[in-house]
């Protein structure tokens, strides 16, 4: 067999085999997402009962612990079969590393749940709880976004990463919204930390809108009616127009609440339509993916011997049919291009991903240099933008730009 | 067996096969180095074959050929070797494709040395075909560098990477003197392709210089001495400084040609040497691995159970011994700082790979909106760099920035 065609076909049964682990990593994406808006869901139903001493949604927040118990198996399912199947491609180091942390949050959640039917947490300590695991894993989505290596794939990752980063910002909204309402009181921190949480999904929705497809758009349009739209902004209105300390109208909690569930639920239907999307496209690339091959398969021993050097034998005369004309070098040479224009547009997808990047490694380096654990190397971050009213990624770009000026790591 | 650890060990699995995968990529690096050593031995020996026509230098030629043929097979046994080892790791792609172009060039090379045999080329024409070839495994060893997942290794890549690219550059720089002196008569496009291939070269050096251990730094020095460098620069300094047409001293050209063999042979004791460094660094670290493997797995069974919420349960009594008192999510959580650091690293490591993907990314645009070959698209950036005095990747940058005012591709 011709080595040059059989090192084209290897090249391209790597790209298959990548394709279907993006496949997999695609249908584990969506099991996140349910499972994720499960746990808003519950996160939302636990305020609730702790809020009002146990007296209400106790079985309401029972049923969403038997719907979360559903998702949670399919999600270790995903996990598992990741596991199984991946185990030869070396970038899926930091995948199993996120997932690897995130395990331990799933393991803890029925501790986390008998905690809260005990009453032994505020409805604050509960929501930490929920948003740090939610946290762990849409980190597990932008680390499969990040190590995706067909970049349309990419592009859809990033997408519903950040439709998912934004949801979640939504949720962590409609958690304060209400506990600000039902306090009664302007509060001048939580105004704050509300504002940061608005830009903060603004951003992920800008850049999920500049990464979706029209008909996708249309449908996150659709979803967000300016009747809704023009409600929650009147409540938001009021939650910061008075000064700190003035009486807010706890009755207006339920209908922030309300308000805010409608938006989300709605939402679901867009991200399920991304989820749906992504599989279709891994789906229908390794099939593109596994024609093709066969198609090179055809040619393994009847290919023209390939004219490396232009002073070389001339071509074998055409006489084999079309395809045939076309030398293994023509071929090689296409496929390189198209990988090096695959590997452009990757790097281009994938700055999208560098926010996010910055703040992780901005909180490296504070919790390096000052000790601190990585929930207060990023509320130190956070802390800093809300003061300086900068965006997250802008404080982790000047930490970053001044490391130099950083106390010294603490030896270990 | 506890979820999180066992997700904990399948990456650090992941890490141990990419990095047992660069080992064969390491031992592949050194044979190409070798082989190519060996083609620019023959492609000098050709030319004065050529150059004498026929009766110098026939049975040199002949013992090696002999030597590149043993050279090549251990190179495609190499390539042989990655095709049935690595055909899990999705990022191998780009480096298949480009085994796949050099292949044919390999099964060309009976051919294109019996019409050097039966005088059927120019000098210039068999240069030409062997730079080519020597360029096909150069990009090999360019993509087993872009695609290492290691920081070190790449960086090891890299430097051996660019001491092998400006030895080709030196190597043609011998053959293109030994040529003009030859010829006897100054000539001005050979002088600005000779200046090219001398600041070519030194920015390859450079960037080794970067890259390189002090050792390795001594080494070069070492095998440069003052002596020679000022007996080459006199010699460049004698082509370079009479009028285009004037006469050249054509006894010069042996001096010329034995000084630059003694240049680029002491070139090969520093190649060998960082290509020994970079399979001992890869051996070191799969043996790390491996070691610290084996100890995850001890804590299989018995590990404290994670806190991954700051409200659960405290841990288990560390009464274990020591080494339990580590929870699993600590070992997690320096994992992934440990993978996130190495990925900057690499970033940092793999922009000095930038300069060259520029230039094929340039090449690309110019073969698709001219209709040019690859060669051809090489010839037009190079000579608009000559004639503007400006380097390769400068040129190449303004190419692809003015991307919009080309003339629009050529449909297919």
Partial sequence: MNAGLRFLVAARRCEIDALEQLAHTGELVGAIGRLVHALQKERGISNLFLASGGTRC?????RQIEACAALEQAVRAGFERLDTEARRVGDSARLFSRIAYVLPGLDALPGLRRRIAALALTPAQATAAFVKLIAGLLAVVFEAADGATDPEISRLLVEVLNFM???????QERALGAAAFAGGRHDEPRQQQWLHLIESQERCFQVFGEFASAPLQALWRDCQPPALR?????????AFAGPAGSALDTGLGQVWFDGCTQRIDAMKAVEDR????????????TAQARAELAGYRELFDSAAPAAFFDEAEPLAPASYGRQLERSVLDMVQEQSRRLQAMNDELATVRAALNERKLVERAKGLLMAHHRLSEDQAHKMLRQTAMNQNRRLVDVAESVLAMAEYLPRPASN
């Fill in 58 to 62: 106790g079985p309401e927040r029972l």
């Fill in 165 to 171: 980063q934004g949801k979640e910002f939504a949720g």
């Fill in 230 to 238: 023009a409600e929650l902004e009147r409540l938001r209105r009021i």
């Fill in 274 to 285: 991304a989820a749906a999307d992504l599989i279709a496209l891994c789906e229908g690339k």
